[in-house]
Every structure is written in structure tokens, then in C-alpha cells.
């Protein structure tokens, strides 16, 4: 695999054997391009291979680093002996780690609820869905018509603001020529 050999001569070149490196990367547009819709992404088999045998290099600690679900992207990327962290680091898990957020745990029953009545106020609404991730939740607008999204955007930035002190919001990709629509 040519990539593979490269990447390999990059490292011996950067003198790794004594010293330790730490790689981490996003899936959604990093290892597997952007989906319309979460489910629709898939990791291309060259992708995996290349982190599978990154995974077992010496001096290289490899990390995915996700805003969906542990379990969803390491069910996505599925490379034994790496480290996975979903739902934006509140949740991390590999070879000698398991680790999650203790407020985030807590806070589940508040983001349950507010899935639920933010489902409620999309409903209808042309290429909007909220995904509750257990720990986080995301309102994706990404298939719905430009126009719509700044009304979407206030209904979140509303439906957040009773529970700002427990909740922060984080936005997704900025809209833009050539970037793809936020979620």
C-alpha cells in the first residue's frame, strides 16, 4: 500500500523509536467523508487498513476522536488496540481506559428531555432531525433549505437557554462556499 509506505518512511524519518507520538482524528470529513445523514458515513476499507496497521506501531499511540457516541464510532471505525473518545471527549475508551464524564452522566434524564421537545418543535420541518447520542444530542439542519436555518438556529439557541448552566451549545460546521452545510 503506497500510503502506507510513505507514512511509515515519515515516521522512521521523524526518529520515533525512543519517543512517543500521539495521533488523533476526527471521523465525519476526516476519516470517512461527509454523509448527508450520520448513518449514511462509512469508513473506505483503505482508511481502516491504514489505521489498523498505525494501530500497531510501536511508538504511536492512535486515537479517534468523535462527536458521535463512543459506541457509534467505534462500531464506525471498529480498529482493535486504539483509543475512541464519542461524544466530544465526554466519553473515551481503549486499551487500558474507560472513562466517562461524570456531569455529562448526570445530565442525561435533562438532554433525554430536551431531544424530546426539541424533536417536537422541528417536526415537519423540511431536512431537520435532532440525534440524541446519550450524552450530547445534535439538531442537524444540513438537508434543509438555506433560508430555514437561522430559524432553526434561534429555536436551539432558545429551547438551550432555561439550562444554560448545566448545557452548552457547540455549533457544527459554518456555512460557507465550499464548506458543507451546518448540521
Not at 515519515?10 to 526518529?15: K, P, Q, S, T
Not at 496497521?53 to 500497531?56: D, H, N, S
Given at each position: 500500500m503506497k500510503g502506507w509506505r510513505a507514512l511509515k518512511a515519515?515516521?522512521?524519518?521523524?526518529?520515533l523509536?525512543?519517543?512517543?507520538?500521539?495521533?488523533s482524528l476526527d471521523f465525519d470529513g476526516t476519516l470517512a467523508p461527509l454523509a448527508p445523514r450520520p448513518k449514511q458515513a462509512r469508513l473506505p476499507p483503505r482508511t481502516r487498513a491504514l489505521l489498523s496497521?498505525?494501530?500497531?506501531w510501536p511508538s504511536l499511540r492512535l486515537s479517534i476522536v468523535s462527536g458521535r457516541s463512543l459506541a457509534d464510532v467505534k462500531r464506525h471505525v471498529a480498529v482493535p488496540g486504539i483509543h475512541y473518545a464519542g461524544n466530544h471527549g465526554l466519553e473515551i475508551e481503549g486499551p487500558d481506559l474507560r472513562w466517562r464524564h461524570a456531569a455529562a452522566?448526570?445530565?442525561r434524564p435533562l438532554v433525554m428531555d430536551l431531544a424530546l421537545a426539541l424533536r417536537e418543535r422541528v417536526r415537519g420541518m423540511r431536512g431537520v432531525?435532532?440525534?440524541d447520542k446519550g450524552l450530547t444530542l445534535s439538531?442537524?439542519?444540513?438537508l434543509a433549505p438555506p433560508a430555514t436555518r437561522p430559524r432553526i438556529r434561534g429555536l436551539v439557541v432558545r429551547a438551550l437557554r432555561p439550562h444554560a448552566r448545566r448545557l452548552a451549545l457547540a455549533r457544527g460546521l459554518?456555512?460557507?462556499?465550499?464548506?458543507?452545510a451546518a448540521r
Open positions: 515519515f515516521l522512521e524519518r521523524a526518529g523509536p525512543g519517543r512517543r507520538l500521539l495521533v496497521r498505525l494501530a500497531c452522566r448526570t445530565a432531525f435532532v440525534e439538531v442537524h439542519y444540513r459554518p456555512d460557507g462556499p465550499g464548506r458543507p
